[in-house]
T-cell receptor, first 118, second 115 residues
Framework: ETGVTQTPRHLVMGMTNKKSLKCEQHLGHNAMYWYKQSAKKPLELMFVYNFKEQTENNSVPSRFSPECPNSSHLFLHLHTLQPEDSALYLC?????????????????FGPGTRLLVL | AQKITQTQPGMFVQEKEAVTLDCTYDTSDPSYGLFWYKQPSSGEMIFLIYQGSYDQQNATEGRYSLNFQKARKSANLVISASQLGDSAMYFCAMREAYNTDKLIFGTGTRLQVFP
């Protein structure tokens, strides 16, 4: 595998289900991100992990629970979602120098998981 | 106020022609970076090109170039010799120095290349 991979690519779940999205990066990066992309809206940053530590939670509801066990893997645990949570969920990774970000740091994205909540 | 504005929801271009996708930005941070990404229907965001606020030259990457006009706060993407495979959504994004974790995206422009 190369780049950033995400599984599953498509997910349909009921509001009472619990599911998890998985992201894996094969780029040797040390920062990982979750984004939400809804129709007609800009990409919204959800969570940021630097060196496995969460550094940003962009006011995301608690029904979304991220987990970063190591620098290569990122999960998004989902429970009791709402229909308005249906969206494309994108994972990204980047390389931070010595834990400090730079404006030129490039994020590389995975193919996303298309989530439909019924 | 929106940080990144892409005023063209859709653009059409004929194959082999050049096309310019507009992007304006708003920041008071003197240090920032500007990015363009391509998103085909498959969903993946593909990094195309980067321009730093202190870069003297406009960025170029193959058929992609960035027309950076700092005083006007614009960072337009120019695609030369369009190909059918260029049909996709294109997003402009910015990162400011005061919060380098956050990449701020515009709403995107859908480009369709026709034969």
């Amino acid at each position: 595998e190369t780049g950033v991979t995400q599984t599953p690519r498509h997910l349909v779940m009921g509001m009472t289900n619990k599911k998890s999205l998985k992201c894996e990066q094969h780029l040797g990066h040390n920062a990982m991100y979750w984004y939400k992309q809804s129709a007609k809206k800009p990409l919204e940053l959800m969570f940021v992990y630097n060196f496995k530590e969460q550094t940003e939670n962009n006011s995301v509801p608690s029904r979304f629970s991220p987990e970063c066990p190591n620098s290569s893997h990122l999960f998004l645990h989902l429970h009791t979602l709402q229909p308005e949570d249906s969206a494309l969920y994108l994972c990204a990774s980047s390389h931070k120098l010595a834990g400090v970000g730079q404006v030129g740091e490039t994020q590389y994205f995975g193919p996303g998981t298309r989530l439909l909540v019924l | 106020a929106q940080k990144i504005t892409q005023t063209q929801p859709g653009m059409f271009v004929q194959e082999k022609e050049a096309v310019t996708l507009d992007c304006t930005y708003d920041t008071s941070d003197p240090s920032y970076g500007l990015f363009w990404y391509k998103q085909p229907s498959s969903g993946e965001m593909i990094f195309l090109i980067y321009q730093g606020s202190y870069d003297q030259q406009n960025a170029t990457e193959g058929r992609y170039s960035l027309n950076f006009q700092k005083a006007r706060k614009s960072a337009n993407l120019v695609i030369s010799a369009s190909q059918l495979g260029d049909s996709a959504m294109y997003f402009c994004a910015m990162r400011e120095a005061y919060n380098t974790d956050k990449l701020i995206f515009g709403t995107g422009t859908r480009l369709q290349v026709f034969p």
